[in-house]
């Protein structure tokens, strides 16, 4: 998720930042103030050792505590799909965006040919320990619906692209009779950035 990272940001928003890891990459590479939002309590401890501001608790909880006009970025990395109302969430960020800032996300996609090939041919929605359908997953997600949600909240799209492509042959032999139209099935996520639209 760092190549979407835009060049010499000041201040940087990690929701779901866990102990800190990604943050404090950010922080070394880009020199910026890096925040952290964090639900465990133990983890945000963590991550006060590596980065400049950590705030525990529930993501909805905790961004009115933070400042308006602030962040160049905000990532929300396998974070919204763990929200109650992520809709809500990445509206109330717009808020908390400085001028020209960006949030950048990475999102389950439930088309994604593992968990579609259950959906359709054996007919069943199951939870899983982790991956797309992770049991702590409350909200799911397809290319078109990211997009969606962050239209209507609006945003504007810079970047929206798949990532973690999977090398297995299945989604190849899927889209042969499908003459290659459904090419979203090889992508266990998706990758978007996007600005307040103006």
């Given at each position: 998720?760092?190549?979407?990272?835009?060049?010499?940001?000041?201040?940087?928003?990690?929701?779901?930042?866990?102990?800190?890891?990604?943050?404090?990459?950010?922080?070394?590479?880009?020199?910026?103030?890096?925040?952290?939002?964090?639900?465990?309590?133990?983890?945000?401890?963590?991550?006060?050792?590596?980065?400049?501001?950590?705030?525990?608790?529930?993501?909805?909880?905790?961004?009115?505590?933070?400042?308006?006009?602030?962040?160049?970025?905000?990532?929300?990395?396998?974070?919204?799909?763990?929200?109650?109302?992520?809709?809500?969430?990445?509206?109330?960020?717009?808020?908390?965006?400085?001028?020209?800032?960006?949030?950048?996300?990475?999102?389950?996609?439930?088309?994604?040919?593992?968990?579609?090939?259950?959906?359709?041919?054996?007919?069943?929605?199951?939870?899983?320990?982790?991956g797309v359908m992770d049991h702590t997953?409350?909200?799911?997600?397809?290319?078109?619906?990211?997009?969606?949600?962050?239209?209507?909240?609006?945003?504007?799209?810079?970047?929206?692209?798949?990532?973690?492509?999977?090398?297995?042959?299945?989604?190849?032999?899927?889209?042969?009779?499908?003459?290659?139209?459904?090419?979203?099935?090889?992508?266990?996520?998706?990758?978007?950035?996007?600005?307040?639209r103006k």
């Open positions: 998720m760092l190549k979407y990272m835009p060049e010499k940001p000041k201040r940087v928003m990690d929701v779901g930042c866990g102990r800190g890891t990604f943050a404090a990459v950010v922080k070394e590479k880009t020199n910026a103030e890096v925040w952290g939002l964090e639900f465990m309590e133990a983890e945000a401890k963590e991550a006060e050792k590596v980065i400049d501001k950590v705030f525990a608790g529930p993501c909805e909880n905790n961004i009115d505590k933070l400042p308006d006009n602030y962040f160049d970025v905000v990532y929300f990395n396998d974070v919204l799909e763990h929200l109650t109302d992520p809709y809500w969430v990445v509206e109330k960020f717009k808020e908390k965006l400085a001028p020209n800032g960006i949030v950048i996300s990475s999102i389950p996609n439930l088309r994604y040919h593992n968990a579609l090939w259950s959906l359709m041919f054996k007919k069943d929605f199951r939870y899983r320990r982790s997953h409350l909200r799911f997600f397809t290319k078109k619906s990211i997009r969606r949600m962050y239209e209507e909240k609006g945003y504007e799209i810079i970047v929206h692209e798949g990532i973690n492509r999977s090398k297995s042959l299945k989604p190849i032999l899927y889209n042969i009779p499908l003459l290659f139209m459904h090419t979203d099935i090889f992508y266990p996520q998706f990758a978007t950035v996007a600005k307040v």
